[in-house]
């Protein structure tokens, strides 16, 4: 069983304890990975890299895709050691936001872990280049949440007479919202329920003002 | 001229020599429990046992009863309707040629409960869900699968609406980011300048 140990900065910061963007013992996939990493070609290992990287953004990738790289020493099992120890390395490294993973200790850990010099480009174009806010913003898009209100139609007006009172002359506001889950709610309510509504959602917008100077979303991790 | 609010058709004339006949002690209670019970739209003034009472109390049969309970509902209806004054209330129920002991208890129950009928008639909307209720919570989000170290606030909202016509309850959740508040912020702004215009 061989065993690929991660060492700590090699010329990093002296004395500083730091671990592998992977974490402290090299999950099994990137293990398995290294040798036939170490002999595949530029072209083939830039377009598994591709693959992986649509896959992220949400854009879905079919084995097609990667079969024509199939043939003399890539057989299917050695492309599935390395597409999954790609893959998993890449989203590793995504998992840390950008301000957490410095190009420099990125490169650093790259090495450590073996993977040819020739492949690091790319690599941390994918991680720290232009494409990255994409992918970021893709992956929060992708977040488990409540529905969003997707579309608010609205009405103003005054009941002026009804079937059981001549001079009614209430205002009231009608609602209908449109949820990102395609469902549509519609109500009504008075005036004074809607100052609550538009009272409440001014407290929370500025509790979350608030919430954002505070000194726990400064702390630089 | 004030509007007319009875004409004196057969059945409000016959219900009115019925009325003049009750033991007039007993009306300002009957009065006030049909003026409470006015607004609400599907119930029944009095239940089936109470009527039965009320027939006996007042020796009426049960169709004579009926057209008597009908005719007072009527009559406080359209005085609502009209925001009558008691005063024109009190003259046209004169000129149906009511007894005056009856007149005055009617208009007395009038005087006394008007303001809060109409007020309870002017909340009556034709639009079954109302928003009753708000409630909120301000979340920071710390991590997901795909990604650690995240520091995103994000606010959850709990909309309470009352189907009025089912009375089933329905809590409409909604989340929203920075930016999905303020901007919900600002419609509800621009309605508030429209509600500011219609005062």
């Given at each position: 069983m061989s065993i690929v140990q991660v060492k700590g900065g090699g010329g990093g910061a002296v004395g500083l304890e730091r671990t592998s963007f992977v974490g402290a013992r090299v999950p099994p996939e990137i293990r398995a990975m290294i040798k036939p990493l170490s002999k595949l070609d530029k072209t083939a290992f830039k377009k598994i890299l591709k693959v992986i990287a649509s896959e992220i953004q949400g854009i879905e990738q079919s084995f097609q895709d990667l079969?024509?790289?199939?043939?003399g020493a890539l057989t299917e099992d050695v492309l599935a050691t390395v597409y999954c120890g790609l893959d998993d390395l890449v989203r590793r490294a995504l998992k840390l936001p950008s301000s957490s993973l410095k190009k420099e200790n990125f490169l650093q850990d790259l090495q450590d872990l073996q993977i040819?010099?020739?492949?690091h480009e790319d690599l941390v174009a994918m991680v720290v280049g232009p494409k990255r806010p994409l992918i970021d913003s893709h992956l929060e898009d992708r977040r488990p949440r409540l529905p969003s209100l997707e579309n608010l139609s609205w009405r103003a007006d005054v009941a002026i007479s009804t079937g059981v009172l001549n001079r009614v002359l209430v205002r009231g506001v009608t609602m209908e919202m449109t949820l990102s889950d395609g469902s549509i709610k519609d109500f009504e309510m008075t005036v004074s329920k809607f100052q609550e509504l538009r009272f409440h959602v001014a407290s929370v917008l500025s509790e979350m003002e608030k919430l954002e100077k505070h000194s726990i979303l400064k702390i630089k991790d | 001229m004030a509007t007319t609010l009875f004409t004196a058709s057969a059945s409000i004339k016959k219900a009115v020599m019925l009325i003049n006949d009750?033991?007039?002690?007993?009306f300002p209670l009957l009065l006030s429990r049909i003026l409470q019970k006015l607004?609400?739209?599907?119930?029944?003034?009095?239940s089936e046992e109470e009527e039965e009472k009320l027939q006996t109390a007042f020796g009426f049969s049960s169709n004579d009863l009926d057209l008597v309970l009908e005719t007072l509902e009527f009559i406080l209806q359209q005085a609502a309707y009209h925001t009558a004054k008691p005063a024109v209330l009190g003259e046209q129920l004169k000129q149906l040629e009511m007894n005056d002991d009856k007149v005055e208890k009617i208009v007395e129950a009038w005087t006394n409960g008007a303001r809060n009928l109409v007020q309870k008639l002017k909340e009556?909307?034709?639009?079954?869900n109302q928003l009753e209720e708000v409630k909120w919570r301000l979340n920071l989000q710390m991590a997901q699968a795909s990604q650690s170290k995240v520091k995103r606030p994000n606010a959850l909202f709990q909309l309470s609406v009352r189907?009025?016509?089912?009375g089933k309850k329905e809590n409409i959740r909604l989340e929203f980011t920075h930016e999905e508040l303020y901007e919900f912020y600002n419609q509800l702004e621009t309605i508030q300048k429209q509600l500011d215009s219609l005062s």
């Open positions: 079969q024509p790289l199939l043939g040819p010099e020739g492949f | 009750m033991d007039v002690n007993r607004h609400l739209k599907e119930e029944r003034t009095f009556r909307t034709v639009h079954p189907d009025d016509s089912s």
